[in-house]
T-cell receptor
Framework: NAGVTQTPKFQVLKTGQSMTLQCAQD?????MSWYRQDPGMGLRLIHY???????DQGEVPNGYNVSRSTTEDFPLRLLSAAPSQTSVYFC??????????FGPGTRLTVT | SQQGEEDPQALSIQEGENATMNCSYK?????LQWYRQNSGRGLVHLIL?????REKHSGRLRVTLDTSKKSSSLLITASRAADTASYFC??????????????FGSGTQLTVLP
């Protein structure tokens, strides 16, 4: 199993551009989520999904959209990138237990 | 707002020594988890302790939970250079009805010197 995969690994955007961060998992997990990690800080929850067709907001949802059309995929869309969205983004999934499995992260810089 | 907070922020020890990290949280929880993050990588789950447990072991890891003090500790025994990483405690979000939505502290950066 590949676990949780994220693409791209690195991305540089100009202010105002939009893009989609991809996340996929092959563990048939119902629960998936997106976090951002800023320097010297822990992770903050952006959006989450408890199953296909169901999404909800986390702690810092502004400026981001998500959708969950399949169990496997949970893309994160930046609508109009801002320098404040420069961060490392992690996707995670979880099954029957509370344990979360994290992807390797996408390092995003907005200039 | 952050639910959990680790202490110390940074810890440097010699290989073979024990490392202890602490986590304090604010509200009632039904479980607490510890994760490790190697530099430039994603988080890896280490151990989960439930609110009705006081202590749990996994290999060289020992986790304690004191719900009366709202605190937890992670002990790594006989540390190795490969244990160098950031360690985070995670608890269910305060406003969330689901224990799967986690709040993380800012972490303890552990450096194990060979």
């Amino acid at each position: 199993n590949a676990g949780v995969t994220q693409t791209p690994k690195f991305q540089v955007l100009k202010t105002g551009q939009s893009m989609t961060l991809q996340c996929a998992q092959d563990m048939n997990h119902e629960y998936m989520s997106w976090y951002r990690q800023d320097p010297g800080m822990g992770l903050r929850l952006i959006h989450y999904s408890v199953g296909a067709g169901i999404t909800d907001q986390g702690e810092v949802p502004n400026g981001y959209n998500v959708s969950r059309s399949t169990t496997e995929d949970f893309p994160l869309r930046l609508l109009s990138a801002a320098p404040s969205q420069t961060s490392v983004y992690f996707c995670a999934s979880g099954g029957g237990s509370y344990e979360q499995y994290f992807g390797p992260g996408t390092r995003l810089t907005v200039t | 707002s952050q639910q959990g907070e680790e202490d110390p922020q940074a810890l440097s020890i010699q290989e073979g020594e024990n490392a202890t990290m602490n986590c304090s949280y604010k509200t009632s929880i039904n479980n607490l988890q510890w994760y490790r993050q190697n530099s430039g990588r994603g988080l890896v789950h280490l151990i989960l302790i439930r609110s009705n447990e006081r202590e749990k072991h996994s290999g060289r890891l020992r986790v304690t939970l004191d719900t009366s003090k709202k605190s937890s500790s992670l002990l790594i025994t006989a540390s190795r250079a490969a244990d160098t990483a950031s360690y985070f405690c995670a608890t269910p979000r305060i406003s969330s009805g689901s224990a799967r939505q986690l709040t993380f502290g800012s972490g303890t950066q552990l450096t194990v010197l060979p």
